[in-house]
């Protein structure tokens, strides 16, 4: 195993990464679809070359070597499994192509098949597994080659719901003191395989962070959007009970300018802040609710909405939103593009009054509610709606 | 035993590295059919009834010419006919030359189809034109080009001369023509089979420690063994059919230059019924070589996968 480092540019896909892996840590690579994820595995695998920048392995340069040079193992979500071989000769690839002979090949192709619970599979041919089976083979396969780094692309995406646990526990078995890069979209893998966390954007790293932080107070929406919550980006307006714009300080009730407009909540960040200092406003759908009218009461932030659809979750369903402008009796409040007033925001926030400026059309918003709720509001796309959460429930924290 | 349904190989180019969600990477294997047997059709797709009289008489157009020279073969006589001297000489002479021929195709017709399937580089194109020039060229056309080349005026024979080489008008000269007219058949099989979607396969694989050379060994070239033997069969059957090159090139000495197809248009003049009779002989093995490489495409990846 061996640390990697990795500086590198590839002009026609606009990506530029920097990363350092430790020895022995595994990295989860997040990102939406076209960000990345791919080529950097490609340009670690040796497969891509980049345009500039080096990629570092245990302390050498392996830039310009080719892909059999550099002892990184792909196992990508197709086990690949090479079809003319059978279970053992695709196991024993690696070794017979390190010029090891056959029978201690065949030997240690044994061991690492056992190792994976695929013993059984030895004599077999990839056409007669399944799926998980194959993909059990494919990381026996990709061990035996005693690589420095493993790359993991979407290993479970292409199996069954059912068939993923198992593999689950046996890569963390497996990955437990190696160095890995995984890319996933899937929130389980990298909680359970993942020491630490990077979302990539557009071929750039937006958040790099342990795992723990990054579902905890993500800074991206991607990231947000992977944890179940919804995030709001924002500047900080200031305290919501105080006029003067003074500093905030963990477990002060904060109120940010968003593109939905006013939001309030609690500063849950260790660092204090000023007014006008990036913000991030955190909502979990399960802490909202859906109302016909405006409700009036404690603070609260109160979104007219329009439904935008549906989806199952759990014995729950999720309400897919988008922020609307301002409309009926609440139409009244400080004007789209216009910084609130923390006065004004608290005003309306107590009158259950709304400001929601044209831009917050654009944000999506989400609530978890019962069936029978959904039922009871006659929740349709298209629909208008108030979703409504306390300012208790809402984490505020800095953003970059 | 269940069999699961080949990977879909991509159609069409995509990055490197950069796959469509969904769509499975690696190979149809060559000759791609399904690996499950054919199931009687239960869909009811028909085709217009009237096109089974045109589709019918072209099997009858070309069936029926078989089947006169069947009719009018002198079959009494056949056994004593196409074991005459001659016959059994240019039989044998055909024999190893398409042999010899098929060898050579292989030999410069494997690496050439890998590079054109693979090998990037400036004039790719006009290359493989060229390469698959020799389909479409009248074989006389073929057999005069390499006179032109080795003969003794000719481009290369003067040098090939000297040394005290002298191809033309030789047993090499039937085995240049019949490689002339039978390598692109193998080069073009070939290179379809490997553009079919085994480069994910090759990727694993470097990556797996295998270099390049390793590679093509243990994983390329089993993959497209199936295309690899059809091609090598097709171009067998051209290089023993061939008769335009090897009778510009080559001329008509038995025992030296004269095959089975020069035999026969001799025969033709001579003893019409001998050339009919060396002519069913030519038809059973060019059947043969059909059914071989066609029960191979039936019977796609199954038939490729070398049971152990």
Redesign the interface.
């Known amino acids: 195993m061996a640390d990697v480092r990795i500086d590198v540019a590839l002009a026609p896909r606009h990506l530029q990464v920097t990363l350092d892996v430790p020895d022995g840590q595994v990295v989860a690579v997040l990102g939406p679809n076209g960000a990345g994820k791919s080529t950097l595995l490609a340009l670690l695998s040796g497969t891509l070359a980049p345009t500039a920048g080096s990629v570092a392995i245990g302390g050498r340069d392996v830039t310009g070597l080719p892909a059999h040079r550099r002892r990184v193992a792909l196992l990508s979500q197709d086990a690949l499994l090479f079809p003319h071989l059978s279970v053992l000769d695709n196991v024993a690839f690696a070794p017979r192509a390190a010029g090891v002979r056959r029978a201690h090949s065949e030997e240690r192709a044994r061991e690492w098949l056992e190792a994976v619970d695929a013993g059984q599979f030895a004599d077999r041919r990839p056409g007669q597994l399944s799926g998980g089976q194959a993909q059990r083979v494919a990381i026996a396969r990709a061990l035996a080659a005693d690589p420095e780094v493993l790359l993991l692309d979407e290993p479970f995406a292409a199996l069954d719901v059912a068939v993923a646990p198992q593999l689950r526990a046996l890569l963390r078995r497996v990955l437990a003191g190696r160095t890995a890069l995984v890319v996933t979209h899937d929130l389980v893998d990298v909680v359970t395989l993942a020491d630490r966390a990077v979302v990539l954007e557009a071929g750039r790293v937006v958040e790099d962070r342990p795992v723990r932080e990054l579902v905890e107070s993500p800074r991206s929406r991607f990231a947000a959007h992977l944890a179940g919550r919804v995030l709001l980006e924002g500047t900080l307006a200031g305290e919501l009970d105080a006029d003067a714009g003074g500093e905030v300080h963990r477990g002060d009730a904060v109120v940010i300018a968003t593109a939905l407009g006013p939001v309030a909540g609690l500063w849950q960040d260790d660092t204090a802040a000023g007014p006008g200092a990036t913000a991030l406003a955190l909502v979990d759908p399960a802490a909202v609710s859906l109302h016909r009218e405006a409700p009036h009461g404690s603070p609260r932030n109160c979104w007219p909405v329009e439904v935008a659809g549906m989806e199952p979750l759990g014995g729950q369903l999720r309400v897919i939103a988008h922020g609307v402008g301002s409309y009926g009796a609440v139409a009244q409040g400080p004007a789209g593009g216009v910084a609130p007033t923390v006065t004004a925001v608290r005003d309306g926030v107590s009158r259950g009054e709304a400001y929601v400026p044209e831009g917050g059309r654009s944000v999506r918003l989400a609530a978890d509610i019962t069936p029978a709720a959904a039922a009871d509001l006659a929740v349709a796309p298209g629909r208008r709606l108030w979703f409504v959460v306390k300012a208790q429930q809402v984490r505020v924290y800095a953003g970059h | 035993?269940?069999?699961?349904p080949p990977?879909i190989g991509p159609d069409g180019v995509r990055p490197?590295?950069?796959?469509p969600?969904g769509v499975?990477?690696?190979?149809v294997?060559p000759g791609g059919a399904h690996?499950h047997r054919i199931a009687p059709r239960l869909d009811r797709y028909a085709v217009p009834p009237w096109i089974w009289a045109p589709a019918a008489a072209g099997v009858l157009f070309l069936v029926l010419p078989v089947a006169a020279m069947a009719i009018a073969a002198d079959w009494p006589n056949f056994w004593t006919l196409v074991t005459s001297q001659s016959a059994l000489v240019a039989l044998g002479l055909s024999l190893r030359t398409a042999a010899a021929a098929t060898l050579l195709s292989l030999v410069l017709g494997i690496p050439l189809a890998v590079v054109l399937a693979r090998g990037d580089f400036p004039g790719h194109r006009l290359v493989r034109a060229v390469v698959l020039l020799p389909l479409v060229l009248p074989p006389v056309v073929g057999g005069l080009a390499l006179l032109l080349t080795y003969g003794r005026t000719g481009l290369l024979g003067g040098a090939l001369e000297a040394f005290g080489i002298r191809i033309a008008f030789s047993t090499a000269a039937v085995v240049l023509a019949q490689t002339f007219v039978a390598m692109p058949f193998l080069v073009i099989s070939l290179e379809g089979a490997l553009r079919t979607g085994t480069e994910?396969?090759e990727?694993?694989?470097?990556?797996?420690?295998?270099?390049?050379g390793?590679?093509l060994r243990?994983?390329t070239l089993?993959?497209v063994?199936p295309g690899l033997v059809s091609g090598t069969v097709l171009a067998f059957a051209r290089a023993l059919g061939e008769f335009g090159a090897t009778l510009t090139f080559a001329g008509s000495l038995q025992g030296t230059t004269r095959t089975l197809p020069l035999e026969v248009y001799l025969q033709r003049e001579v003893d019409p019924a001998a050339a009919v009779a060396l002519s069913l002989v030519l038809v059973a093995i060019g059947a043969l070589v059909v059914l071989a490489v066609g029960a191979r495409a039936l019977s796609g990846?199954a038939a490729?996968?070398?049971?152990?």
């Open positions: 035993m269940t069999r699961e990977p490197r590295g950069v796959r969600r499975r990477p690696g190979g294997r690996p994910a396969y990727r694993v694989a470097a990556t797996l420690g295998a270099s390049p390793t590679v243990r994983i089993p993959l063994g990846p490729g996968d070398r049971r152990g």
